[in-house]
């Protein structure tokens, strides 16, 4: 089972500010199959990236992706106050064995 | 547009057993692969199972395999999970979650709302 781990475990930033999220896998996704999902509370979660980069339909272009192997990054480039939610990595490389990271709180400081 | 609209949960002893379902809409439910995801009270979230476009493909979780049965049917563009056997650990929302394609090696772009499911005597 591919584990991901996600740092940090809860971030404190200004509207304005740049959040960068970071999402390690205990061993190599395939072909860069890594998604992240934002939620907030009471809701489902939401897909904002897939492909370790790519955004998906309606996707704000402040929300962007990076990374290759076994580390990955969500940055977003200048928070807007909807922007405040739980972020979550998943691999589907090792499809259908699914997993995601535990998640990584966007707090307004 | 697309929805996924699930149903079924609620309050069930230990040992016993529930049915969610989830009605879709908005594509062709057929030409796509669904899963049940899950989330246990202020936790992350867990892949449960899935099945192909056709439901000749299904994969479980080694932590409900031999307990749950997903199925669709179709017909009704409808998704199903029976839940046998439940334990305190099964309580959660359960999400009913659509893939981008017909293939496991895509993420999941559409989700329901969930359904509580809350396992206790």
């Known amino acids: 089972e591919v584990v991901l781990t996600q740092s940090p475990g809860t971030l404190s930033l200004s509207p304005g500010e740049r959040a960068t999220l970071s999402c390690r896998a205990s061993?190599?996704?395939?072909?860069?199959?890594l998604a992240w999902y934002q939620q907030k509370p009471g809701q489902a979660p939401r897909l904002l990236i897939y492909?370790?980069?790519t955004r998906a339909t309606g996707i704000p272009d402040r929300f962007s992706g990076s990374g290759s192997g076994t580390d990955f990054t969500l940055t977003i480039s200048r928070l807007e106050p909807e922007d405040f939610a739980v972020y979550y990595c998943?691999?589907?490389?090792?499809?259908?064995?699914?997993?995601f990271g535990q998640g990584t709180k966007l707090e307004i400081k | 547009e697309v929805q996924l609209l699930e149903s079924g949960g609620g309050l069930v002893q230990p040992g016993g057993s529930l049915r969610l379902s989830c009605a879709a809409s908005?594509?062709?439910?057929?030409?796509?692969?669904m899963s049940w995801v899950r989330q246990a009270p202020g936790k992350g979230l867990e892949w449960v199972s899935g099945?192909?476009?056709?439901?000749?493909?299904?994969y479980y979780a080694d932590s409900v395999k031999g307990r749950f049965t997903i199925s669709r049917d179709n017909s009704k563009s409808t998704l199903y999970l029976q839940m046998n056997g439940l334990r305190g650990e099964d309580t959660a929302v359960y999400y009913c979650?659509?893939?981008?394609?017909?293939?496991?090696?895509?993420?999941?772009?559409?989700w329901g709302q969930g359904t509580l499911v809350t396992v206790s005597s």
């Open positions: 492909g370790a980069s």
């Open positions: 061993q190599s996704v395939s072909s860069s199959f």
């Open positions: 099945i192909s476009g056709s439901g000749s493909n299904i």
């Open positions: 908005g594509f062709t439910f057929t030409s796509y692969v």
């Open positions: 979650a659509k893939a981008r394609t017909n293939s496991w090696n895509v993420p999941f772009d559409n």
């Open positions: 998943q691999q589907y490389g090792n499809s259908p064995k699914y997993t």
